[in-house]
């Protein structure tokens, strides 16, 4: 029986708490088109790291010689295979740009500038808005130094592996919530209905996408998409590392959890920093000309912009 399974990791944390905290800032964001454009930047800011940081995972596997070997094979060169468990962990970024199909980034440019688009924000305040808070930076930064993990570091590479595990859970349950939200609860309404009578597909990579289709390709309300085959092979990456490397299955488990809640605590404080600007937005946007002028000198994120973050 396999070492590691969802069904583990669903016993270890509380993910109806984890699906809240990001259902309910969706739910926020979605009722003002500002503070919808506000969302899908600091969302698609802190997922496009994701890619480039699981290739840097697989390096690091994959140049770790004889950390992962096979215990059945006496020759070293032979039984190495760090390979084979960084080919699992690569196959999340795989698919990407492959036979010419466009990066999930160009994607999520093209959502996120249709959201600007329904928001009619002009190019200032949108360049206004990609103006990286501090916290942001602080959790890509964590992203960045976890994720990755040390060659020939066991230890750091099965928190990684849990890191990354936890990175495409959770990413299929945010993409799924997002299509229920923005395009169930709110059909033909706001967003959902400015995607179906104005918003305009576009080529990329000389491939027809609609402006949602960076969500669909990674899960839905009412299905999945390739978060869910991601799982599958991070979770293969795990049961092979815990095969193949020299701890023992209860300290593996011990790792792996270490890093499965690493991404799940960056995760609820990027949904509970994004509901809290999305509060401030509306604050902001209520309160008189001449308040909002007196509070500049505080302002922080946002600076020069009629939709000011205090």
Known sequence: M?????DFFHDLFDFEQIERTVTSTIRLAVKDPVALYLFFQRYSYFNG???AMIARLASTI???RYTFSNPELIVK???DRGMDIAAQVMSAAADEGANGTPVH???AQFTVKTVGDYGELNDRERNQFAQIPSWLQEIVRDVISTYEGKVDDEASMVRAMGFHMASEMLGDREYALLDMVVRHENQGIGFDRYLKQVAKPALIND???TAWSWVLIHSRHDGTGVEAEHSEFALSALNMAVRYGSASEKQMKIWAEEGFRTFVELQQRLFREICRECLELAQNKAMPAEILESKKSDVTGLKGTKYQIV
Request: negative net charge; aromatic residues 16%.
């Open 2 to 6: 396999a070492t590691f399974s969802e």
């Open 49 to 51: 790291y994701a890619s």
């Open 62 to 64: 994959g140049l770790s």
């Open 77 to 79: 060169e032979e039984a």
């Open 105 to 107: 980034r160009a994607l």
């Open 207 to 209: 491939h027809r996408y």
